[in-house]
């Protein structure tokens, strides 16, 4: 039943209920009605004006796709929350999106290796310049952490647990409520 639709109930159904003069009405029962009023007008704005993107099982790809795709994040205001699987071109969030909007659940793990291209054999091969640039894009901290393991090789290197939460806050929340995947 909604708050307009009071007076549309048979006088029978409330009977025992004294009307209220919201006119010159004070004391506790306006106190309660002011501050009911305010939380959720307060809890509206929160949720309007605080997206979340939610990142999760994510392997990556073409580094080019996920530079576009977080460069209209970047602006955008929303939260991300890594949590689970970033890997790849994945961890350029890392470096594109504001690091205070970035949070980790106990489930993130980021994911990082050399680019790649195929060879002429159809093998994958290094791609020294494109490592370079991804590499360039991550922050200090992430780059830090990428050369005391001997940087970005074929092989993939993870961050998670502990080391991860150093570097960014957790996220005190079940990211799978209210979130949408990217």
């Not at 029978?12 to 029962?29: C, N, R």
């Not at 530079?67 to 890997?87: N, P, R």
């Not at 489930?107 to 590499?135: I, Q």
């Not at 992430?142 to 993870?158: A, D, V, Y």
């Amino acid at each position: 039943m909604l708050l307009r639709d009071l007076d549309k109930i048979p006088d029978s159904q409330h009977a025992d209920v004294a009307p209220i003069d919201w006119q010159g009405a004070t004391g506790p029962a306006m106190k309660i009605v002011t501050g009911f009023l305010a939380a959720v007008l307060l809890l509206a704005g929160v949720g309007a004006g605080h997206a979340v993107v939610r990142i999760a099982e994510d392997r990556g790809g073409r580094i080019g796709t996920y530079v576009d795709k977080y460069q209209s994040l970047k602006g955008s205001g929303e939260t991300v929350v890594i949590d689970g699987l970033c890997a790849s071109a994945c961890t350029i969030v890392l470096g594109a999106v504001s690091h205070d909007k970035i949070c980790v659940t106990s489930r993130a793990s980021l994911g990082f290796h050399a680019a790649w291209d195929f060879g002429a054999s159809g093998r994958p091969v290094t791609n020294r310049e494109a490592t370079r640039m991804l590499y360039d894009m991550y922050p200090t901290s992430i780059r830090s952490w990428i050369s005391r393991r001997g940087g970005l090789k074929p092989r993939m290197i993870f961050l998670r647990g502990r080391e991860l939460t150093s570097m960014y806050r957790p996220c005190y929340m079940d990211a799978q409520a209210s979130a949408h995947v990217r």
